[in-house]
């Protein structure tokens, strides 16, 4: 029995730019094509994989669950259409999150899974079956060599999570960097649920500093490229601006004095109110040029952690007192 639509109830939000729209997907759920050469990219309109096609099997980028089997029936497509072993001998991980590598255990038998050294600490850590550990591990660099094919895998610091990863195809005038630039659309909740805020500010600029054309970037339902980080990196310039500015604005006092005994509820409406006018003109600018920037929740919860971060992170939280 099929669940109820709540219709009406939902909110409607504006159209998405023409450019922000995907490829189509085929009968299965799924688009599988060609970045460069024998490169390739899967994508169901939310999440994406890579995948190389060598002389003696096939390298895999990320093992989305969403995507799941089609992972399987996207590589034996292609193989077969070029004549090359379908066997996946390599699977590496950009980083030890579920939702881009939960269906790694579907790629048993005889495979390498490849990854940083901290995938590795945290996915002993969480001990789910579904994402074997990595056996071959790194700690900054590390040159993936395979059936006449190279990958440069880096880790530049923490960002997105403490062990994602940059994965660099120089053969393929490519970059896949997951989780930080969406192609065309802004980021979720807290900057794409980002652990380490100024590490995620910072990625784009040494995403850039790489060759590339191409740009494989884990969601959504087209390949990014450098114009989109370009705006990516001015719609996060807007905030922290719009942050600083309603930081040094918003006036504490009068929430502090009307709640009295209640600091929590003074933090609560001192902070809503600095958010509030700092996410404020950023969703106003950005709606019609990026995806879901009118929904609201996106953008204010990005301001928020931004605006903490500039308190806490980059400093002073506020004056010192005599």
């Known amino acids: 029995m099929s669940a109820p639509v709540p219709g009406g109830d939902l909110p409607e939000y504006a159209p998405v730019p023409q450019s922000s729209l995907g490829v189509a997907l085929n009968e299965q759920g799924y688009y599988v094509g060609r970045v460069e050469r024998n490169l390739y990219w899967v994508t169901d309109g939310v999440y994406q994989s890579a995948f ?20 399987r029936r996207a590589v034996d497509e292609i193989a077969a259409a070029n004549g090359v072993p379908a066997t996946v001998t390599h699977l590496v ?31 002993a850590r969480d001990n789910d079956p579904s994402r074997p550990l990595p056996e071959v591990t790194f700690t900054d660099r590390y040159t993936l060599e395979t059936g006449g094919e190279r990958v440069q895998l880096a880790w530049h610091g923490s960002n997105h999570s403490p062990d994602n990863i940059y994965i660099h195809f120089p053969d393929h005038d490519t970059l896949m960097f997951i989780d930080v630039v969406n192609a065309g659309w802004v980021p979720i909740y807290n900057l794409n649920l980002s652990e380490d805020v100024q590490g995620y500010i910072a990625a784009p600029d040494i995403a850039l500093s790489y060759p590339w054309t191409h740009f494989i970037c884990g969601h959504l339902g087209r390949l990014a490229t450098r114009d989109d980080v370009a705006v990516h990196q001015q719609y996060i310039a807007d905030i922290e601006a719009s942050s600083r500015q309603a930081l040094q604005t918003v006036n504490p ?70």
């Open 52 to 71: 190389l096609t060598t002389r003696d099997g096939v390298v895999l980028f990320d093992a989305p669950p969403s995507i799941g089997g089609n992972l």
């Open 253 to 322: 006092v009068p929430y502090y004095v009307h709640y009295a005994q209640n600091a929590w509820a003074g933090v609560k409406a001192h902070l809503d109110e600095v958010t509030e006018r700092a996410a404020a003109p950023v969703i106003a600018k950005y709606t019609g040029v990026l995806a879901a920037a009118d929904i609201e929740i996106f953008t204010r919860t990005t301001t928020f952690a931004i605006m903490q971060s500039l308190r806490l992170d980059k400093g002073p939280s506020g004056p010192v007192h005599p």
């Open 93 to 123: 991980y950009s980083h030890h999150h579920a939702d881009h590598g939960a269906a790694a255990s579907l790629f048993g038998g005889d495979i390498t899974r490849v990854g940083h050294e901290e995938t590795r600490r945290l996915l």
